[in-house]
Each structure stands twice: as C-alpha cells, then as structure tokens.
T-cell receptor, first 114, second 113 residues
Framework: GDSVTQMEGPVTLSEEAFLTINCTYTATGYPSLFWYVQYPGEGLQLLLKATKADDKGSNKGFEATYRKETTSFHLEKGSVQVSDSAVYFCALSDHKTSYDKVIFGPGTSLSVIP | DAGITQSPRHKVTETGTPVTLRCHQTENHRYMYWYRQDPGHGLRLIHYSYGVKDTDKGEVSDGYSVSRSKTEDFLLTLESATSSQTSVYFC????????????FGEGSWLTVV
C-alpha cells in the first residue's frame, strides 16, 4: 500500500543554517505530495504542495520538488529562523472513489536555536 | 484560512459519557474528515463524509460515530468515552482538483478521565 517515510528527528539547527528534511514515498498511482507544519498547540498548516512530477512547491522560503524517479519530496530551506521551530509532516494524497486518502509521515521535529 | 471551525477546542470528560465534537466549514466543500493525532501513531482517519448524509469509516472508527445533516457541519460523537480516546481531534476538508488539498482545523483537545 501507499506509505510515506521521513526522518523523524529531532533535528536541532542553529539560526541561519541550511535545512533538509528527507521524505520518500511509495504509491501505486500518481499522488499529490504535501508538506504540513504544526506549531505547538496548533493544527496542521499546509506549507507547500506539488501535484505532478518535477513540480516545485515553495512557500515562506521552503521548497520541495516532486521527484518521481527517486520517489522523493525533500523539504529544504536555505536559512532557518527560530520561528521555524515546529513539527513538519510529509504527506501524499491519492483521490479514491469517495474520498481523498491521505498518508502522513511520522513527522520531523525541528528546533532552531539562536 | 480554509474557514474551518472546531468546537469545543478543549474538553475534559468522564469515562462513559457521550461527547460530541463539531466541525463547521464556511465554503460548502463536499469532503470532510475527522482525524485523531496521538504520539507514536501520527494522524489516523476516523471517519469521512462525501456529502450530506454520506459518511464512511476510516481506519480507527470503533467507538465513534458521525453525522452530516448539513453541508457545513460534520459532527463526531464518542458514544461512551474511554481513556484511550484521550487525543487531539482534527477536522479537515478537501479542496480543489486535481490533487485535492487537505486543510485542517485547529484541533479539539479531549481528555477522558
């Protein structure tokens, strides 16, 4: 079945460091891929998405490219800030007959220290 | 902002009591979902709805029921709350084609004592 694998962390970085969170997936169809971010005590916010191969999603300095050949959707940011401290979830969505089946990775906790 | 409101946001209840969580959306989207989030288990789908009065079970539906009598409201009921149902509950909606995007509400923190 469909699945998402991502590094679980926790990841600790100094402010202005480069961030990469790896995400790989397995899917039988042609899913859409997403990154969600969850700040403490809050819900999941959509960070970025890509709906087909070679699409690049970007938002707030974060980027991820849909790589079908490597089944990957790695999240990157060139210079992290303390405010980026959160849990990041990689996910895929595959539309079924009556709903959108969404598979989430386990989440990666990121702490950015000044 | 996907226009999703959950209520209550926080609740403490006793074992054996029924509890209803409400999800309200403002944009008439067809698909709505209830998830629970637990450490070590991530997000798991409880129930979903694909229209008024059209609902179906997700992967962890035991002990839960849902109703959708209006497009904008999706109710989750814990028929007889147990401590294992202490969790954070998120409502979500699907928006757009192709590659429907799931947007989440802010969550309802439920503690069963």
């Amino acid at each position: 079945g469909d699945s998402v694998t991502q590094m679980e962390g926790p990841v600790t970085l100094s402010e202005e460091a480069f961030l990469t969170i790896n995400c790989t997936y397995t899917a039988t169809g042609y899913p859409s891929l997403f990154w969600y971010v969850q700040y403490p005590g809050e819900g999941l916010q959509l960070l970025l998405k890509a709906t087909k191969a070679d699409d690049k999603g970007s938002n707030k300095g974060f980027e991820a490219t849909y790589r079908k050949e490597t089944t990957s959707f790695h999240l990157e940011k060139g210079s992290v800030q303390v405010s980026d401290s959160a849990v990041y979830f990689c996910a895929l969505s595959d539309h079924k007959t009556s709903y959108d089946k969404v598979i989430f990775g386990p989440g990666t906790s990121l702490s950015v220290i000044p | 902002d996907a226009g999703i409101t959950q209520s209550p946001r926080h609740k403490v209840t006793e074992t054996g009591t029924p509890v209803t969580l409400r999800c309200h959306q403002t944009e008439n989207h067809r698909y709505m979902y209830w998830y629970r989030q637990d450490p070590g288990h991530g997000l798991r789908l409880i129930h979903y709805s694909y229209g008024v009065k059209d609902t179906d079970k997700g992967e962890v539906s035991d002990g839960y029921s849902v109703s959708r009598s209006k497009t904008e409201d999706f109710l989750l009921t814990l028929e007889s709350a147990t401590s294992s149902q202490t969790s954070v509950y998120f409502c979500a909606i699907s928006v757009g084609l192709p590659g429907n995007t799931i947007y989440f509400g802010e969550g309802s923190w439920l503690t069963v004592v």
